[in-house]
């Protein structure tokens, strides 16, 4: 079942657990986030943000594109994803065209840390550097805009568009971070990138809530504990926080519970969870992993 979270202005939807599957939607970008699984309801997206190879976050994306390819769309897909797996994820394309004697192209654009590319109109996406056992990047959306510089302020509309016309430079781009997406990495990514803790809306995993995964072990597998995001707790500025990634161990009427009793309330209060699926992969107890 599709899960949906408002966070501001933006919609983040889709479906995330830990170590199964993550596909997300963010229809105000008419961006996806991973394509661990192809979810028809936003197979019309413009750019697909991949964050790093993994089955679980990459391997539905031949699914997406034929999904594409039946209503029509015959635009290829965009898709933003770190530089290092470009040539491997087209040989995956060009293995499963073959298998579906039907061209499954995309528009790859490589990114490495640090690297920006366009995404629509003012909205630049700007690459940060993740720390899992693959090759991962963060991603954040920024709005670039205009705006007077400070000693001009006191001019009137005509006196600028004078000195404009002129050639005189009155501007000066300014960067509103709006969006960031951050999952499969260890918690250092904030440390190296703290400008991922004034995006307006972080949406970050936290793929273990409680003492059932030691941090030890989390890390290990290069995911992020709830514990570490607790000791950043006074760091967090952004308005809307949402978790996602939950590890499949979770059961999901008890997550929001785990959340009250544990975070603090000025994190509590802007933090929401994507919670995981209804179906915990079988009866039994599910297998714990470092994945989740």
């Known amino acids: 079942m599709l899960q949906e979270i408002k966070a501001g202005q933006l919609t983040v939807r889709g479906v995330s657990v830990g170590g199964i599957h993550t596909a997300l939607h963010v229809p105000q970008y008419g961006i996806g986030l991973d394509a661990g699984m192809a979810l028809r309801s936003f197979a019309g997206v413009r750019t697909l943000l991949l964050t790093h190879g993994h089955v679980d976050h990459a391997g539905a994306l031949s699914a997406l594109l034929g999904i594409r390819a039946l209503n029509g769309m015959q635009r290829p897909l965009r898709v933003v ?8 994820v087209n040989a995956a394309l060009e293995a499963m065209s073959v298998l ?7 528009e790859a654009v490589g990114l490495r840390a640090g690297e920006e590319c366009p995404l629509e109109g003012d909205l630049v996406i700007r690459a940060c550097q993740a720390f899992h056992v693959v090759p991962c990047l963060a991603y954040q959306i920024v709005r670039r805009v205009r705006r007077l510089k400070a000693e001009f ?3 009137g509309g005509q006196e600028i568009r004078r000195r404009s016309a ?3 430079d009155l501007f000066a781009l300014h960067d509103i971070a709006e969006f960031a997406y951050v999952t499969d990495t260890l918690v250092s990514v904030l440390d190296h990138h703290p400008e991922l803790l004034d995006t307006k809306v972080l949406v970050i995993e936290s793929t273990f809530l409680d003492g059932r995964k030691s941090l030890e072990a989390t890390r290990a597998g290069c995911h992020i504990h709830l514990d570490e995001l607790i ?3 006074d760091r967090f500025r952004n308005e809307h926080i ?3 990634h939950l590890s499949q161990m979770y059961a999901p009427g008890e997550v929001n519970a ?4 544990r975070l603090p309330e000025g994190l509590r209060r802007r933090t929401q969870a994507l919670l995981p699926s209804q179906d915990r992969m079988g009866t039994g107890k599910p297998r714990e992993s470092a994945n989740g």
């Open 258 to 261: 785990i959340l009250d009793a």
């Open 166 to 168: 002129a050639g005189e």
């Open 81 to 88: 994803m770190p530089a290092e797996i470009v040539p491997h």
């Open 153 to 155: 302020h006191g001019l």
């Open 231 to 233: 000791e950043r707790a």
């Open 242 to 244: 949402v978790l996602m």
């Open 100 to 106: 579906q004697h039907w061209p499954l192209t995309i």
